[in-house]
């Protein structure tokens, strides 16, 4: 079983599918992802960026922001919150409904 992840705000999350993903920055190829705790005072605690290819959105690349990387990486230390954290990424990457990304018509 791994370790569940722990926001700065006290929530446990204990599946990836937890977290909330955020279409809202389209334009800028970017997918905010959000702790599961509205009143979460981070609330964005990481993000997913895609580029389009081909008319089609490809993922680029996800992180998790300094403050929630550092304070998982005091809780259950740097290689378990590390190798957690990725693996947390990797699925919500999965997760990702991309027909929620229309790519945006080039300006002619
Ligand atoms: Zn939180």
Same mark, same amino acid.
């Given at each position: 079983?791994?370790?569940?992840?722990?926001?700065?705000?006290?929530?446990? =999350? %204990?599946?990836?599918?937890? *977290?909330?993903l955020?279409?809202?920055?389209? %334009?800028?190829?970017e997918?905010?992802?959000?702790?599961?705790?509205?009143?979460?005072?981070? !609330?964005?605690?990481?993000?997913?960026? *895609?580029?389009?290819?081909?008319?089609?959105?490809? *993922?680029?690349?996800?992180? *998790?922001?300094?403050?929630f990387?550092?304070?998982?990486?005091?809780?259950?230390? !740097? +290689?378990?919150? =590390?190798? %957690?954290?990725?693996?947390?990424?990797?699925k919500?990457?999965?997760? =990702? +409904?991309?027909?929620?990304?229309?790519?945006?018509?080039?300006?002619?």
């Amino acid at each position: 079983m791994s370790p569940a992840l722990i926001c700065p705000c006290g929530r446990r =999350i %204990e599946d990836a599918s937890e *977290f909330k993903l955020l279409y809202l920055k389209k %334009e800028l190829n970017e997918i905010d992802i959000l702790c599961p705790n509205d009143n979460c005072y981070l !609330r964005e605690v990481g993000y997913i960026k *895609f580029e389009i290819v081909d008319g089609k959105p490809r *993922f680029k690349e996800a992180s *998790f922001y300094p403050p929630f990387v550092t304070w998982n990486a005091s809780q259950m230390g !740097r +290689d378990a919150a =590390i190798a %957690e954290l990725k693996n947390t990424l990797k699925k919500l990457v999965e997760r =990702i +409904d991309w027909t929620m990304i229309k790519p945006v018509e080039a300006k002619t």
